[in-house]
């Protein structure tokens, strides 16, 4: 069973399209979040959701909106793709926020701009 | 805010060497530190962690070290095998809700 899943795995685009990225998590966690890495491997947190609602949401454009229909999703879309968007995003999953607890994570989606 | 720095970014060893990968961070209040391997195409998966209260885990090769003195920990790996050969990234957070922050990783290498 996979813990954490997002779709699609893959992604190819082109600029000023509107793309979505689903998750599941079947931990039976309260948190979820989604994560950036970019080309040079750096893990940058984007939001944050406890009980499908917003707790961390870190300097995003707002072309991107999360939405957690409730605790065990949280999807991610994206409106007007540019390039900079580029980028492998993870999905992930913790018991609840914070407080030393484990993060586990989805196998990613890797999205390309064109 | 947190920050957290990994050294190095890149590591080669011989298979049978060891490997040893370092970070810093800089909030006091954290107690919680975590590492991950990523795998080429997957997602960062935990090996260990190590909470405030613990000076040193070991799991079978690898072990963790902490010095909440000096805002350190490490990551050691013994007998490495060319299947360790990943990026590993180090964390560190626990502080209320804020959410853990990752050192940018270290690509490992092991030369068979």
């Known amino acids: 069973d996979t813990a954490v899943s997002q779709t699609p795995k893959y992604l190819v685009t082109q600029m000023g399209n509107d793309k979505s990225i689903k998750c599941e998590q079947n931990?039976?966690?309260?948190?979820m979040y989604w994560y950036k890495q970019d080309s040079k491997k750096f893990l940058k947190i984007m939001f944050s959701?406890?009980?499908?609602?917003?707790?961390i949401n870190e300097t995003v454009p707002n072309r991107f909106s999360p939405k957690s229909p409730d605790k065990a999703h949280l999807n991610l879309h994206i409106n007007s793709l540019e390039l900079g968007d580029s980028a492998v995003y993870f999905c992930?999953?913790?018991?609840?926020?914070?407080?030393?607890?484990?993060?586990?994570f989805g196998e990613g989606s890797w999205l390309t701009v064109v | 805010g947190e920050n957290v720095e990994q050294h190095p970014s890149t590591l080669s060893v011989q298979e049978g060497d060891s490997a040893v990968i370092k970070c810093t961070y800089s909030d006091s209040a954290s107690n919680y530190f975590p590492w991950y391997k990523q795998e080429l195409g997957k997602g960062p998966q935990l090996i260990i962690d190590?909470?405030?209260?613990?000076g040193e885990k070991k799991d079978q090769r690898i072990a963790v070290t902490l010095n909440k003195t000096a805002k350190h920990f490490s990551l050691h790996i013994t007998e490495t095998q060319p299947e360790d050969s990943a990026v590993y990234f180090c964390a560190a957070g626990g502080s209320g809700n804020t959410p853990l922050v990752f050192g940018k990783g270290t690509r490992l290498s092991v030369i068979a």
């Open positions: 959701y406890n009980n499908k609602e917003l707790i």
């Open positions: 992930a999953s913790s018991q609840y926020p914070g407080d030393g607890n484990t993060i586990y």
């Open positions: 931990l039976g966690h309260d948190t």
């Open positions: 190590i909470r405030s209260n613990v």
